[in-house]
């Protein structure tokens, strides 16, 4: 369920990399409000600034200019430690690789999160959110590569985050193992009402997204509005 409240508000952001001529303009005054419970998707050219957003919002790193809050705090002006506490107790990541350690199985990996998290549900639970209850002992090299990341995204929501954030989780996966992959985390937001940002190149995440995002040469440049059920509808899951 998408809510009226602004979890993110996001004015005039922007984030320069380097300085003098070398300097990088990655983002130029982003406008931006980020709903509770929304599943958003966001498109653009590489090197439009969809990471360098994603990473500011996830609290990696820090914005040059303009004003970013989460449930109103100032995540602009957090210093280390209040970065590091909002992305361990408030936020989970997906990246492309999966990141997964090797000698450790799926459910020992997902543990790892779960022992140090303030609420977590357990590994075994969002192992099955994630449709692997029957893989929770395998290693890493025993799965394949949609089954690591769904290993990863089940890691990333263990600890139940307020925010989901994924970078082009699919950019390593064929499109069809892709799909397994954008279905997992489209249930996730659906079942824990986790807000959820994706970078994407997959049109049919787009199309269940409730709204897309177009990022271009770091500007909020277009935006579009899904009816999202319909489009989950049709493809029957
Ligand atoms: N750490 C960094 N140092 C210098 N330049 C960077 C850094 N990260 C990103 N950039 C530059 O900022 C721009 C936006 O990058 P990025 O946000 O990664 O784009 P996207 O994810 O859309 O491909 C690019 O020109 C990129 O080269
Ligand atoms: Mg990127």
């Known amino acids: 369920m998408v809510s009226a409240d602004a979890v993110f508000e996001v004015r005039g952001l922007g984030k320069t990399y380097g300085s003098g001529p070398s300097a990088v303009h990655a983002l130029k005054g982003v406008d931006l409000d980020l709903f509770a419970g929304e599943l958003v998707v966001l498109l653009g050219a590489s090197g439009s600034g969809k990471s360098t957003l994603l990473n500011l919002l996830g609290g990696l790193d820090l914005p040059s200019a303009g004003r970013l809050t989460y449930r109103g705090w100032d995540l602009a002006g957090a210093d280390e430690a209040g970065l590091t506490r909002y992305r361990r107790d408030v936020v989970g990541f997906v990246f492309q690789f999966y990141n997964l350690i090797p000698s450790l199985t799926a459910r020992e990996n997902v543990a790892l999160i779960t022992e140090i998290a303030r609420d977590p549900m357990a590994p075994e639970e969002a192992l099955k959110l994630v449709g692997l209850e029957a893989r929770m002992d395998h290693f890493p090299a025993q799965l394949s590569g949609g089954e690591q990341q769904r290993v990863a995204i089940a890691r990333a929501i263990a600890k139940r985050p307020q925010v989901l954030l994924c970078d082009e989780p699919t950019g390593a996966l064929d499109?069809?193992?892709?799909?397994?992959?954008?279905?997992?985390?489209?249930?996730?937001?659906?079942?824990?009402?986790?807000?959820?940002?994706?970078?994407?190149?997959?049109?049919?995440?787009?199309?269940?997204?409730?709204?897309?995002?177009?990022l271009s040469d770091g500007r909020l440049d277009r935006e579009h509005r899904n009816d999202r059920r319909a489009a989950v509808d049709a493809l029957a899951w």
């Open 175 to 214: 499109l069809k193992t892709g799909m397994i992959v954008l279905e997992a985390i489209e249930r996730i937001n659906r079942e824990l009402g986790t807000l959820t940002a994706i970078i994407t190149h997959n049109a049919v995440i787009a199309d269940m997204a409730d709204r897309v995002l177009h």
